[in-house]
Structures are given as structure tokens and as C-alpha cells.
């Protein structure tokens, strides 16, 4: 092995570890992340020198792995993939017909229902309420809520969880027949 070999070589090994973690905290899928991982070292090899210090490897590796997991998202939410999935068909036929089958009074009951937990979200702390909509109502995963919010991962399950318990004390108070 030469050199250069040796030393991607010993790039690899200390980073691949780091680099799964970070493309799995970017909310990159199970089975995607060993491609992005892949994928950065690769643009690492092509674009960078292999003699750099430990911190601007770091720094770089960092930044590609992030780039290369957002770049990901974006494809994933362009391009979703479903999946045929006959029991889920058959739930969502079920579901369809209850709609169908709604009268007027479950129309309003929901719509009722629909009022409140709004009305909860405007009562909560705004700080709670932006990751719950984020999270809840749009569906990012936390580690994008905490990117766009610009804080940790560990303060928006913090807010998610207060907000939700304080939307179920709401819900309660206002709503007898909440569970």
C-alpha cells in the first residue's frame, strides 16, 4: 500500500464511526446511511489533501456528510417512495368509507375538536408550539426542527414534550370527553 493509501486508510477507520452518527442525527434512513457516508469520504479523496490536521479533516468531513444529508432530504422529499402495502390499503379503505358515511353532527363534533387543539396551540409558549407545528403538523424530524429553530436536538424533544402536555391539560379542561 502506498502512502496516500495508507493515510485515507487511517482517515476512514477514525471517521467512518463519526460520520454514521451524523448522517443518522441529519435524519438520513438506516439503510441510506452507509451510502452517504460512502459518498463523503469519496469527495473527501477527490477534492481535499490527506495531509491536513486532525481538526480540518474533522471540520471538512463534518461539513460534507451535512451537505451530503441535506442534499438527500431534499431528493427524499421530491421523490418520495411509497410502497405497495395491502393491509395499509385496506386501512385506508376503511377510513375512506367512514368519511364517506360522516352525518352532520360527527362534522361538527370534529370540527369542534378541530378548534380547540388550535386554540391550545395559540395558548402555549411559542417556543413550544413552533416545534410541536414543526415536528407534529409538517413532519420533520427532530434534527431538522433543531436546525431550523438553531438549537439542540435535546431542547426540541424538551418543547415537544412540554407542548404536548400541555395541550393534553388544555384538552382536558375544555374538552370532557378527552381521554
Not at 441510506?32 to 459518498?39: F, G, K, L, N, R
Not at 409538517?138 to 412540554?162: F, H, K, Q, W
Request: net charge positive.
Amino acid at each position: 500500500m502506498e502512502k496516500s493509501e495508507q493515510l485515507f486508510h487511517s482517515i476512514y477507520e477514525r471517521y467512518k464511526p463519526v460520520l454514521h452518527i451524523c448522517a443518522r442525527r441529519y435524519g438520513v434512513a438506516e439503510d441510506d446511511i452507509e451510502d452517504i457516508v460512502q459518498d463523503t469520504f469519496y469527495i473527501y479523496y477527490r477534492k481535499y489533501p490527506l495531509t491536513w490536521n486532525d481538526s480540518q479533516i474533522k471540520s471538512m468531513l463534518g461539513t460534507i456528510v451535512k451537505n451530503q444529508s441535506i442534499d438527500y432530504m431534499r431528493k427524499r422529499m421530491r421523490h418520495p417512495i411509497i410502497l405497495y402495502n395491502p393491509q395499509q390499503m385496506e386501512l385506508t379503505d376503511g377510513v375512506l368509507k367512514q368519511l364517506i358515511a360522516r352525518d352532520s353532527l360527527t362534522i361538527l363534533l370534529e370540527k369542534e375538536r378541530y378548534r380547540l387543539v388550535w386554540g391550545g396551540l395559540r395558548a402555549m409558549r411559542a417556543d413550544w408550539a413552533q416545534v410541536f407545528m414543526l415536528h407534529i403538523v409538517y413532519g420533520y424530524p427532530i434534527c431538522e426542527v433543531s436546525r431550523i429553530l438553531e438549537t439542540t436536538d435535546a431542547a426540541c424533544r424538551t418543547r415537544l414534550s412540554r407542548g404536548r402536555k400541555f395541550l393534553k391539560k388544555y384538552m382536558q379542561k375544555h374538552y370532557e370527553d378527552w381521554p
